[in-house]
Every structure is written in structure tokens, then in C-alpha cells.
């Protein structure tokens, strides 16, 4: 089993910053790929980013590219999302995931209980 905690979130205005981190324990070795998805009130589960673990490869929906950026550091066994220009739309809450399988960027097994990340306008 592998276990999330994210922490990070919090109240920010229009074209503030923020960085959100998941820290994985447990059984961590074979991780194969951390993402960041988010869930809107009202709205589905969506996909954020990802970075596969060995490789340092990112995978960013359209709607945060050039703006948020995924990164990790792998002796903390942390996920970290650097979120710039964030707009209102990206309120949300925001969970970490992770995968021992290469299946697909929007594909995991494991999940964090999610930070409330919330822009004001």
C-alpha cells in the first residue's frame, strides 16, 4: 500500500501562486507515476498533471500549461505542483495520486484525501 498526504492549499487572489506537495510512504519502491487531478463543486474529477517517477517525464492537461508545473524529488518521495496565474476556475480541490502501473497518465491506484486550493477574483 502507498500512502498520500497532501498539504499546500489555501486561499489565494487571481495571479497568485501556490505550491501544493504529496509526500508518499509505505510501499513507495515500484511507483511508477504521481499525478495531480482536481474536483471542482459541481463538476467531475479531472486530470491536472503527471511525472513519471524514474524518467522525470510531465504530462500537463491544456487548461494549466505554461501555468503549473509537476516535479518531484525523489529521496523525499514528494510530489510537488507548482501552480503561477492562477484564475478562479482553478479553485478546486486538489488530490495526489499514484500508480505502480504505466497504463495510462490518468490511471492510478492510490489516492491523497485532497487541499482545498481557492482563488478569489
Known amino acids: 500500500q502507498v500512502q498520500l498526504v497532501e498539504s499546500g492549499g489555501g486561499l489565494v487572489q487571481t495571479g497568485g501562486s501556490l505550491r501544493l506537495s504529496c509526500a508518499a510512504s509505505?510501499?513507495?519502491?515500484?511507483?511508477?507515476?504521481m499525478g495531480w487531478f482536481r474536483q471542482a463543486p459541481g463538476k467531475e474529477r479531472e486530470f491536472v498533471a503527471a511525472?513519471?517517477?524514474?524518467?522525470?517525464?510531465?504530462y500537463y492537461t491544456n487548461s494549466v500549461k505554461g501555468r503549473f508545473t509537476i516535479s518531484r524529488d525523489n529521496a523525499k518521495n514528494t510530489v510537488y505542483l507548482q501552480m503561477n496565474s492562477l484564475k478562479p476556475e482553478d479553485t478546486a480541490v486538489y488530490y495526489c495520486?499514484?500508480?505502480?502501473?504505466?497504463?495510462?497518465?490518468?490511471?492510478?491506484?492510490?489516492w491523497g484525501q485532497g487541499t482545498q486550493v481557492t482563488v478569489s477574483s
Open positions: 511525472i513519471t517517477w524514474s524518467s522525470g517525464s510531465t
Open positions: 509505505g510501499r513507495t519502491g515500484s511507483t511508477y507515476r
Open positions: 495520486a499514484a500508480t505502480k502501473s504505466p497504463v495510462g497518465v490518468r490511471v492510478y491506484d492510490y
